[in-house]
């Protein structure tokens, strides 16, 4: 069964570097989304991305953030200038089209020291 | 924007009971309700989903109701397993209109005794 796949799946950053998180959604999906889940606390939307533009973003969202699509396969996370309380899992997910189910990655676990 | 409040926060069941778990949202536009389970460390997994045109969907032993009048919906598990143990959380979405923009639940932590 094809799978949503993250890279790193750990990554331990010093405050104010800059991150990538990468993801390849599923080949013929159309719908891009990251989340992040802080340590013991609920799933978050951040943002979603459709026809090479985000769709819709949260407040956590910040101008610190921003995804891209730079090829026909990845979707990246960039956050630019990191802080301590960006430490969390970050879950790609991706849907194939409107109506359809949603399926997330396995995560990539950000520790920032 | 939408709200979602989920109870209990944790729930310990012997093995072979019922478990329930209830969700609140508050945006009417909502009409996509998926329950994901998540192992600690794990994605949040899909279990079951319903969609505001049906009231009631089952899959074997995991079964989901919504009353879009009250704006809530229920997980029900019967004969549970500690398999089953895990963290559940319910999210809901407006389809077609914030397409995936899931709004999650606090999360129940399920605890099945063997």
């Known amino acids: 069964e094809p799978e949503v796949t993250q890279t790193p799946s750990h990554q331990v950053t010093q405050m104010g570097q800059e991150v990538i998180l990468r993801c390849v959604p599923i080949s013929n999906h159309l719908y891009f989304y990251w989340y992040r889940q802080i340590l013991g606390q609920k799933v978050e939307f951040l943002v979603s991305f459709y026809n090479n533009e985000i769709s819709e973003k949260s407040e956590i969202f910040d101008d610190q953030f921003s995804v891209e699509r730079p090829d026909g396969s990845n979707f990246t996370l960039k956050i630019r200038s990191t802080k301590l309380e960006d430490s969390a899992m970050y879950f790609c997910?991706?849907?194939?089209?409107?109506?359809?189910?949603?399926?997330f990655g396995e995560g990539s676990w950000l520790t920032v020291v | 924007g939408e709200n979602v409040e989920q109870h209990p926060s944790t729930l310990s069941v012997q093995e072979g009971d019922s478990a329930v778990i209830k969700c609140t949202y508050s945006d009417s536009a909502s009409n996509y309700f998926p329950w994901y389970k998540q192992e600690l460390g794990k994605r949040p997994q899909l279990i079951i989903d319903?969609?505001?045109?049906?009231g009631e969907k089952k899959d074997q032993r995991i079964a989901v109701t919504l009353n879009k009048t009250a704006k809530h919906f229920s997980l029900h598990i019967t004969e549970t397993q500690p398999e089953d143990s895990a963290v559940y959380f319910c999210?809901?979405?407006?389809?077609?209109?914030?397409?995936?923009?899931?709004?999650f639940g606090k999360g129940t932590k399920l605890s099945v005794k063997p």
């Open positions: 997910a991706s849907m194939r089209d409107s109506g359809n189910t949603i399926y």
């Open positions: 319903i969609r505001s045109n049906v």
């Open positions: 999210a809901a979405t407006s389809v077609g209109g914030s397409q995936g923009n899931l709004i």
